[in-house]
């Protein structure tokens, strides 16, 4: 079993819509937790960066990490075409600064 | 700022042949990471250095891989001799030194062994 599983997708939702994509993970010493968002031919970017259990909003996302279930998500609402790009969930045990175990991504179109 | 520098954007080699990768962080981060992203592993660190230390090389793959941090501006990774199942996309990664500071990403590597 890998430490983090995300479902590759693709996922293919109208504009407007809220997208959920989720990540589980099975090393309970992660307390550090992201959300990279990556274009095609680019490098991720950050989106996201949460410290242990609980919920962070930014402007149409929000993070949720449940360290109780090792489950985490990210919610796109009123979602864009512009958000279409591959969403990668990481994480680790110490802080952002130290290596991140990723996901195999998510792959996200926003159909206009 | 001009983020992460990579070099070279693309590379297309034959088999057996030395490549070399080039990294330059965002000025004043301490921490550089080098990953590699597949379809079949996706993304993966291969080693990170402090402070120009290397402080984590299980990720790479074989003595055929090596990375080097010369000082604070400047990082290589050195595939010799390269096989087809190096071709994959190469990524450079910076951080501060805080406990809240992330990885910031460059553009990448795109390594294509023939």
């Known amino acids: 079993q890998k430490e983090v599983e995300q479902d590759p997708g693709p996922l293919s939702v109208p504009e407007g819509a809220i997208v959920s994509l989720n990540c589980t993970y099975s090393?309970?010493?992660?307390?550090?937790f992201m959300w990279y968002r990556q274009y095609s031919r680019k490098g991720p970017e950050l989106l996201m960066y949460?410290?242990?259990?609980g919920n962070k909003e930014d402007g149409r996302f929000t993070a949720q990490v449940d360290k109780s279930s090792k489950y985490i998500s990210l919610f796109i609402r009123d979602s864009q075409p512009s958000d279409s790009a591959t969403y990668l969930c990481?994480?680790?045990?110490?802080?952002?600064?130290?290596?991140?175990?990723f996901g195999k991504g998510t792959r996200l179109s926003v159909i206009a | 700022d001009a983020g992460v520098i990579q070099s070279p954007r693309h590379e297309v080699t034959e088999m057996g042949q030395e490549v070399t990768l080039r990294c330059k962080p965002i000025?004043?981060?301490?921490?550089l990471f080098w990953y590699r992203q597949t379809m079949m592993r996706g993304l993966e660190l291969l080693i990170y250095?402090?402070?120009?230390?290397?402080?984590?090389d299980s990720g790479m793959p074989e003595d055929r891989f090596s990375a080097k941090m010369p000082n604070a501006s400047f990082s290589t990774l050195k595939i010799q001799p390269s096989e087809p199942r190096d071709s994959a996309v190469y990524f450079c990664?910076?951080?501060?030194?805080?406990?809240?500071?992330?990885?910031?990403f460059g553009p990448g590597t795109r390594l294509t062994v023939l």
């Open positions: 000025s004043g981060h301490d921490y």
């Open positions: 090393n309970s010493a992660f307390q550090y």
């Open positions: 990664a910076s951080s501060g030194q805080g406990a809240t500071d992330t990885q910031y």
């Open positions: 990481a994480m680790s045990s110490h802080s952002g600064n130290t290596p991140l175990v």
């Open positions: 949460t410290y242990s259990s």
């Open positions: 250095f402090n402070n120009n230390v290397p402080i984590d």
